[in-house]
T-cell receptor, first 111, second 116 residues
Framework: GNSVTQMEGPVTLSEEAFLTINCTYT??????LFWYVQYPGEGLQLLLK?????DKGSNKGFEATYRKETTSFHLEKGSVQVSDSAVYFC??????????FGSGTKLNVKP | GAVVSQHPSRVICKSGTSVKIECRSL??????MFWYRQFPKQSLMLMAT?????????EQGVEKDKFLINHASLTLSTLTVTSAHPEDSSFYIC????????????FGQGTRLTVV
């Protein structure tokens, strides 16, 4: 079956620290991979996506590369800001139907 | 970008009562909406797929008589939790998709339901 596993949080970092949130998946076929972010009191927002192996999604300084050989889609940012504090969800999807989500990782960035 | 509005954001209700959650696509028409729920420290799990003008498709293990879904228009889907029990306490979130070139999914802000 299809599933997504991401590291448990919360992750607490100081401002300007390097961020990695691990995400691995189990899937049949070739899904698209996503990172969504949820700021307090708001809905999930698409942060970045990759639709095929070796694609790199990037947005707002965040990056993730679709690694088929390791079935991973780790989220990275070189220098986090307080405003990046949020919950991050890794997800996979086929043809924009059903999403399979990870459990979410809460990121706290301290000044 | 497109906006999906979900209401209410938080609700507390007594056991045995029913609660209705609304999901609206504000600036686009959504032929298909999805309802998810999330238990603490667990993934968002799809409950059902809601299609405008037809019956919802429920995922295995989801009680369709307990979680009533109505998608009466292209901009509104509702989820009603009937005869709520404390174990129904959860975070419910809806999603709508715009299909076509660059198909994308948009999510509501979620509803925190607490049944006491």
């Amino acid at each position: 079956g299809n599933s997504v596993t991401q590291m448990e949080g919360p992750v607490t970092l100081s401002e300007e620290a390097f961020l990695t949130i691990n995400c691995t998946y189990t899937a049949t076929g070739y899904p698209s991979l996503f990172w969504y972010v949820q700021y307090p009191g708001e809905g999930l927002q698409l942060l970045l996506k990759a639709t095929k192996a070796d694609d790199k999604g990037s947005n707002k300084g965040f990056e993730a590369t679709y690694r088929k050989e390791t079935t991973s889609f780790h989220l990275e940012k070189g220098s986090v800001q307080v405003s990046d504090s949020a919950v991050y969800f890794c997800a996979l999807n086929y043809n924009f139907n059903k999403f399979y989500f990870g459990s979410g990782t809460k990121l706290n960035v301290k000044p | 970008g497109a906006v999906v509005s979900q209401h209410p954001s938080r609700v507390i209700c007594k056991s045995g009562t029913s609660v209705k959650i609304e999901c609206r696509s504000l600036d686009f028409q959504a032929t298909t909406m999805f309802w998810y729920r999330q238990f603490p420290k667990q993934s968002l799990m799809l409950m059902a797929t809601s299609n405008e003008g037809s019956k919802a498709t429920y995922e295995q293990g989801v009680e369709k008589d307990k979680f009533l879904i109505n998608h009466a228009s292209l901009t509104l889907s509702t989820l009603t939790v009937t005869s709520a029990h404390p174990e129904d306490s959860s975070f419910y979130i809806c999603s709508a998709i715009i299909q076509g070139a660059g198909t994308e999914a948009f999510f509501g802000q979620g509803t925190r339901l607490t049944v006491v």
